[in-house]
């Protein structure tokens, strides 16, 4: 039996959440500190000065640490579209350049670029829609107008996995910048940006995170990053290096480190305090026993599963296995009323595309697991 790997989550008042895909729960620090801010709001009396730097800067340390990277090269977003935006609008761009998508991906991954097409880029998705591609597609479609390859981690839809160090090895052998969405990865799968060529990063807070809604962060490798023209002057991050108390001045720092593409009002204390607190935590839990422990739940649900009624569609074992487990009623026209039915006895997953996605993580245990099979048996 598995145990919750934390139980500083909740109550969840009888239900069973198996939907971390969509929404990570705040675990109870993340939540005081929530609680706090808002505090802090009601009686601004305590509300310091220097905690207009001190919210975003230790953030900031707090996704370094977790991701194996400098602070400098971590930017504060509200969602993962925000840095894929930055890097889309932010480099040069000539007619007949080229973006390489993945067809079958998250739309946030392919979006941002399509506002390109104005400027003559052309938008190449490859694959067959099902979003199974690996290093040797990723390098049989990029040619001489290539700029960026751009795909997920962990694709939404199918939930699988794909080697992003062997991807970025052949964008880079290529001279192409390598640009992840990892939303569907970082705080389930260990990350160590150092040890790869990809050149940008994405990923929201409020997943595998389980941060607030809205929030987010980006990781820009510094030779990307000089290529970047996407200004964001605001009066917070001129102050910075300054303090609030020298606020007739209106010229902006000369900045080169990633915080020059934060977000607006990167001092977000509802919502980057919480943040922080949560990421926190799970760097204090440890990525790598958080990973094992839900891969445990996966694989309780794959051997459970009844196989009479229901088939796993996305990877069952190996690299390409993510946190992420789609399943199907054999008759797929069923999976509708099954979801219905999981809802009524408060099992909460998702139904993506006309299919079943099951997403545990650190707080579920194998009584959840056994909740939830137990519930797709009788309802098959």
Known sequence: MTAALDHRFGPFDGGVWLNCAHQGPLPHPARDAALDAVAAKVTPAVMTDESFTDVPARLRGALARLIGASADDVLLANSTSYTLNVVAQGLSWRAG?????????????????????????????????DARIDAHTVAAAIGPRTRVVCLSWVFSFFGHAVDIASIARATRERDVWCVINASQAIGARPLDVGGLDIDALACCGFKWLCGPYAT???????????QLDYPQPHWLRAQ????LNRALDYTLPDETAASAFDVFCNANFFNFAPLAAAVEML?????????????QLIDELIESLNRSKY???????????????YLS???????????????????SIAQREGRLRVAPHLYNSSNDITRLTEALSELG
Do not use: Y
Request: net charge positive; proline share 5%; glycine share 12%.
């Open 216 to 226: 987010g962060f980006g990781w820009l490798r510094p030779d990307l990053r000089a």
């Open 97 to 129: 350049d080229e973006v390489v998508c993945v067809d079958g991906d998250f739309p946030a991954t392919v979006v941002p670029w399509r506002a390109l097409e104005n400027k003559g880029v052309r938008i190449k998705l490859i694959g067959d829609g």
């Open 311 to 325: 088939k796993v569609l996305s990877p069952r074992s190996g690299d390409q296995r993510s946190t992420l487990v």
């Open 283 to 295: 760097g204090d839990i440890g990525i790598e026993r958080i990973a094992a422990h839900d891969q």
């Open 329 to 347: 009623h054999q008759d797929p026209a069923a999976n509708e009323r099954v979801a219905q039915g999981l809802k009524q006895r408060r099992v």
């Open 240 to 243: 910075s290096a300054r303090g």
